[in-house]
């Protein structure tokens, strides 16, 4: 659940907020609301000051109910 949760945060900070391939995941607070079976996850991003991204992101059910939701903080690695 964890993975599923927090790469889909990388690509979210790369893709909308601009953070340089590489970054890593300084922090990750998850909550699980029922299992969790393999399914798409969603990730946005929230914000970003500097090297620090930090983005949501979810996993629910074919039919939409919330399974996980998470926050991460990611930092880009130095130019």
Known sequence: MWAALDC??????MRKQGMRVGGLTAA????????V??????AWPITHTGRKHIVGAALATP???LCALAEALWIAPKP
């Open 28 to 35: 990750l607070t998850a909550t699980q609301l029922c299992p």
């Open 8 to 13: 889909p945060g990388g690509w979210a900070a």
């Open 37 to 42: 079976y393999p399914e798409t996850p969603y």
């Open 63 to 65: 039919t939409g109910t």
